[in-house]
């Protein structure tokens, strides 16, 4: 299990927000569970964007009026026979708080109100969602996440972000179709969260090496990448003349076993020495790759380097279970073995 403390470290890097002010004080609490920490940093997160005002945006609505309003619907007046009682049916646009970044907050709002969280921190939920009375909530199943930030919104980037994890971390489904909240978050969302706090951690600590997530073309010789997938590198480090390109991987189980015997996943392997090797098509650095696992309890983890067809393909395991200033260590040996 990772220590609460070590996952707000690594939001802290995910999302460069919480290392300001208004939220340092998170770090010395103690949490006994995600998502009381979860919800400790939205109660924050969302009285702060209370003070700055709610984003509102443009909803379409559509009304039978007796007075003119935006568009007359000639149809469905006519169909609903609104004419008959002095009314039109018009369509038209509400700047309003209703706005689907807001209904996403209020529907994390309502799920962490059913979480193993304190009496007192769910009252200060519900003193937040009083501002939330004009906001209709979403089917947590059915939230599309794929919103849009702009500079008007971009304040809910990292809040959106955590009702991320909340939303498909805690949430469960049983057989009997009803809702149920773990402790911990699974493999999806902690995946997600684990490649970002790498590729932050570097970014911040080491401001001499070039940190992406960049697209790696396909080393192809005529040039025709029709309908080829894209590769997209969830770390890529670059300094002077070395390249190491790392996957990140967050699985309850590390290796397969097939016939009694323990190997490495096969796909992951694959597809970072496809990733190397179209690299080192295209540059003329030293590229070399990572699979980076996070440890689990399982009592073996991989630790092995391999030469292949001219390049290094390491696999290493990421220990969360320390203190944050081990796994600092572990990260920093990293860069310095491959590139410093």
């Known amino acids: 299990m990772i220590p609460i403390q070590n996952i707000y470290y690594m939001l802290s890097y995910a999302f460069h927000v919480l290392n300001e002010q208004g939220y340092k004080n998170l770090a010395t609490e103690k949490f006994h569970n995600v998502a009381e920490l979860c919800a400790a940093i939205l109660v924050k997160g969302i009285s702060r964007q209370l003070k700055c005002g709610l984003g509102r945006e443009y909803i379409a609505r559509t009304e039978s009026l007796s007075i003119l309003r935006g568009r007359i619907e000639i149809s469905e007046s006519i169909k609903m026979r609104s004419f008959l009682n002095r009314q039109l049916i018009c369509l038209y646009d509400e700047f309003s708080v209703n706005s689907y970044m807001n209904r996403i907050l209020k529907t994390t709002l309502e799920l962490l109100l059913s979480a193993n969280i304190s009496n007192i921190r769910k009252k200060q939920l519900k003193k937040i969602l009083v501002f939330f009375a004009d906001v209709e909530p979403l089917d947590v199943y059915a939230i599309n996440w794929n919103v849009q930030y702009n500079r008007n919104n971009q304040t809910y980037r990292m809040l959106i972000s955590i009702c991320y994890l909340v939303v498909k971390g805690l949430l469960q489904t049983n057989t009997a179709g009803s809702m149920q909240l773990t402790d911990f978050f699974d493999e999806q969302p902690m995946c997600r969260l684990y490649e970002k706090f790498i590729l932050e951690y570097y970014r911040k600590e080491f ?48 290796t397969q076993i097939r016939y009694n015997t323990r190997t490495l996943h096969s796909n992951n392997l694959y597809q970072i020495f496809t990733y190397v090797k179209n690299k080192a098509l295209t540059v003329s650095q030293d590229v070399s790759g990572m699979l980076l696992y996070a440890r689990t309890d399982e009592k073996f983890f991989p630790n092995n380097s391999y030469h ?33």
């Not at 080829?228 to 189980?253: F, G, R, T």
């Not at 220990?319 to 990293?334: R, S, Y």
């Open 207 to 254: 401001p001499q090496i070039s940190v992406s997530s960049g697209q790696i073309p396909w080393g192809v010789d005529d040039g025709e990448r029709a309908m080829l997938p894209v590769m997209q590198s969830d770390i890529m480090l670059e300094h002077k003349n070395k390249i190491l390109i790392i996957d990140a991987k967050y699985y309850s189980h590390t």
């Open 308 to 340: 292949m067809s001219g390049n290094e393909i390491s696999v290493r395991t990421l220990d969360l279970n320390c203190t944050f200033f081990d796994i600092a260590a572990q990260l920093n040996n990293i860069a310095k073995e491959h590139l410093l």
